[in-house]
């Protein structure tokens, strides 16, 4: 088998320069002193971690942000050693110690978190970079107003014996997405009043942040001290009540291309797939696509999903099958080994992952990001 033998059944193809121009585009639209922290947490977006934090950092992002530890840890190993990374979802008896020895920033939401940083930080004999997250609102991870003192004041406490320094405080919106949603200002209301209290108490953090995408591109008064995009840099709305990619000045990273495994003639009345869910209306033509849900096509898009093949939009014909499933080509005959386009960028015709979101009923981000280990990523405009 030759090397690039995986990626003629199907890739993910990974556009770099895009990436690097959509970060500069954010950029561009806050102010020069704030910072930009490029979220590239779940493999980037199933773009590619560690090509995508690099080029992000290029393109003028300064930190790099993901959820898990591990997921953290894997970009110092990959030899990220300048840019500061921060995490967010800590579970009891995670790698606090090889956080501390990674120089991570580390979220702490409660009490346990605390108080297993700084045991950590005695065992390593290094001060932990910690940030303390509110929930203002989003109900999820997060310190509630409630807590937020006690929170404050141990993470004081532990600052003053040497063990974690306050680097940041920071919290998450909930509906960022939905612009005019009563819950925006509400949220910034509670997180104003946290960070104050907070500061009179004695902590000066070096960053405050709050701004996913959709804050980063609508909401100036929510940047402060950094902003945390991650799907606009892979080029795609957050919502179309944002705006389109395009609109918002944003460019698809990722384009999922398959070639068409076999074409062949049917008659009329043939059930196609699984189920027999299509039966084809009459004679006509049908193209074998090598992707299946286990590629991350997502069978709820069965009957819906749209590919180009040649010079047409099809309909995915039944089910979407583990490996494969079947578009009617409507007697059309390209050959086997032609282009199928999933989704891409959307200026050749192709179909978007935001197209794919509506068949699937769900949202873009669910499309990129569940794109499978089996489809190799292939890296271009690097
Ligand atoms: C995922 C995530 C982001 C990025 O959100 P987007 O909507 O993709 O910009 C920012 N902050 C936190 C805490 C996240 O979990």
Redesign the pocket.
């Known amino acids: 088998m030759t090397q690039t033998a995986p990626h003629r059944r199907a890739r993910a193809e990974i556009d770099l320069g895009a990436l690097r121009a959509n970060v500069r585009t954010l950029r561009a639209r806050v102010a020069p002193h704030v910072q930009m922290m490029a ?1 590239v ?1 779940a493999d980037a977006y199933g773009h590619g971690a560690v090509r995508c934090a690099r080029a992000a950092l290029d393109a003028g992002a300064t930190w790099l ?1 993901t ?1 898990t530890p591990h997921e953290a840890l894997a970009l110092r190993a990959a030899g990220l050693r300048e840019a500061r990374i921060m995490c ?1 979802l800590w579970t009891p008896g995670d790698p606090w110690a090889e956080g501390i020895e990674a120089g991570l920033d580390m979220s702490v939401s409660g009490t346990w978190a605390l108080r297993e940083v700084t045991e950590a930080a005695q065992a390593v004999g290094r001060p932990a970079r910690v940030q303390l997250k509110a929930d203002t609102g989003l109900g999820r991870n997060g310190c509630q107003p409630a807590d937020w003192p006690e929170l404050v004041t141990e993470a004081l406490k532990a600052e003053a014996q040497g063990l974690v320094r306050v680097t940041g405080l920071w919290s ?1 919106f909930a509906c960022a997405d939905e612009p005019g949603h009563p819950s925006i200002p509400a949220q910034l209301d509670v997180f104003r009043t946290m960070l104050d209290h907070a500061e009179k108490a004695g902590v000066r953090p070096e960053v405050r942040h709050i701004a ?3 804050a980063t591109l609508t909401l100036p008064e929510a940047h402060f001290d950094l902003v ?5 840099m892979y080029g795609v709305s ?1 919502d179309p009540a944002v705006g389109t990619s395009a609109e918002l000045g944003l460019r698809p990273v990722m384009s999922l291309k398959a070639s068409v495994a076999l074409v062949k003639r049917v008659p009329g009345g043939h059930g196609v797939s699984y189920g027999h869910h299509y039966v084809t209306p009459g004679e006509t033509t049908l193209g074998l696509i090598p992707l299946g849900y286990a590629d991350g096509v997502p069978r709820h898009a069965s009957g819906r999903g749209p590919v180009l093949v040649g010079d047409r939009v099809r309909t995915v014909a039944g089910r979407v099958a583990m490996d494969q499933f079947v578009v009617d080509l409507d007697g059309d005959l390209p050959e086997a080994g032609t282009e199928a386009v999933l989704f891409g960028p959307g200026d050749r015709g192709e179909p978007t992952a935001q197209d794919w979101a509506v068949a699937a009923d769900t949202i873009a ?1 669910e499309i990129v990001t569940r794109i499978g280990a089996r489809v190799p990523r292939v890296y271009v405009g690097e």
């Open positions: 979220v947490k942000g959820a967010w998450h996913n995408s959709p945390r995009p991650g799907i606009a957050p981000y």
